[in-house]
Nanobody
Framework: EVHLVESGGGLVQAGGSLRLSCAASGSSLDEYAIGWFRQAPGKEREGISCISTSQGTTYYADSVKGRFTISSDDAKSSVYLQMNSLKPEDTAVYYC?????????????????????WGQGTQVTVSS
């Protein structure tokens, strides 16, 4: 069993930055991929970024590429999402997620179903 706790969400003006953190506890995550999904009101949950240090892979959705950066601290079992140049359309609840591989993120329709564990989510609101 893996327990994920997100933090770092909040309200920011367009063009600003936020840094989300995800702290994992429980089973070892060495062989897993950890990433971020987001869900805006009335929209499906979208996988936006993923990292797997064991597989040496990262993933970014086109909607965040060049603005968001994912990183991990294996010693702290934590993953971070640095979000820069935020836009109002980035407003959503952001969820930390554990999967077997980042490859599942490439199929947007099934990415969420490949997640083994979810965090509780943290709200990000970007005002215009």
């Amino acid at each position: 069993e893996v327990h994920l706790v997100e933090s770092g969400g909040g309200l920011v003006q367009a063009g600003g930055s936020l840094r989300l953190s995800c702290a994992a506890s429980g089973s070892s995550l060495d062989e897993y991929a950890i990433g971020w999904f987001r869900q805006a009101p009335g929209k499906e949950r979208e996988g936006i970024s993923c990292i797997s240090t064991s597989q040496g892979t990262t993933y970014y959705a086109d909607s965040v590429k060049g603005r968001f950066t994912i990183s991990s601290d294996d010693a702290k079992s934590s993953v971070y999402l640095q979000m820069n140049s935020l836009k109002p359309e980035d407003t959503a609840v952001y969820y930390c997620a554990v999967s077997i591989t980042c490859l599942s993120y490439y199929d947007s329709k099934s990415a969420a179903s490949a997640v083994y564990y979810w965090g509780q989510g943290t709200q990000v609101t970007v005002s215009s």
